[in-house]
Antibody
């Protein structure tokens, strides 16, 4: 069964850090780009970051650039998101999503597999 | 930055056809993908590259894209189609962009 399972969310104070993980199974992880997409409570979807199959190409939304770092370990079939200098507006459900292509930056790519998400709450 | 505009809500009578639009500057030159999200669930890809259906998505779901508007069409709408629907494209300035989402109500 194709599956993505996120972990690492929780309650954190503004300015602190958190690291999210996503464990993939049921498909050849290193054949595809991977992404993080978030959804604030009651709001729409927002793309956060993407990484190509071999980590050779990475991108971030302007809202997180310089604060968040995406990475992957193909040997462990895992995707990560290091979140630093967290703000209240980063509060959201964070989804891990698989691309249908190896490149994160292709317009032909779409998110065909999603995890159930991990909640991040930034509050004092 | 590139923006996508969707109506906040669309209503359709049971068994009729629903059309959800996604507006963007020259969106017809881009590949548009559509996602369905039911309450408390993760999004599901229902249309990719304007008009392609992933495996397992009913033929009732179709898509088109031309000019400044892309459209998701749901034929013979069912109660189970009630959900939020999001369009998405890739843009060189903004990378992956989502529309604001449309809530579909089946009456």
């Amino acid at each position: 069964e194709v599956q993505l399972v996120e972990s690492g969310g929780g309650l954190v104070q503004p300015g602190r850090s958190l690291r999210l993980s996503c464990a993939a199974s049921g498909f050849t992880f290193d054949d595809y780009a991977m992404h993080w997409v978030r959804q604030a409570p009651g709001k729409g979807l927002e793309w956060v970051s993407g990484i190509s199959w071999n980590s050779g190409s990475i991108g971030y939304a302007d809202s997180v650039k310089g604060r968040f770092t995406i990475s992957r370990d193909n040997a462990k079939n895992s995707l990560y998101l290091q979140m630093n200098s967290l703000r209240a507006e980063d509060t959201a459900l964070y989804y891990c999503a698989k691309d249908i292509l190896p490149s994160y930056s292709s317009g032909l790519g779409a998110f065909d597999i999603w995890g159930q998400g991990t909640m991040v709450t930034v509050s004092s | 930055s590139y923006e996508l505009t969707q109506p906040l809500s669309v209503s359709v009578a049971l068994g009729q056809t629903a059309r959800i639009t996604c507006g963007g500057n020259n969106i017809g030159s881009k590949n548009v993908h559509w996602y369905q999200q039911k309450p408390g669930q993760a999004p599901v890809l229902v249309i990719y590259r304007d008009s392609n259906r992933p495996s397992g998505i009913p033929e009732r779901f179709s898509g088109s894209n031309s000019g400044n508007t892309a459209t998701l069409t749901i034929s013979r709408a069912q109660a189970g189609d009630e959900a939020d629907y999001y369009c998405q494209v890739w843009d060189s300035s903004t990378a992956r962009v989502f529309g604001g989402g449309t809530k579909l109500t089946v009456l």
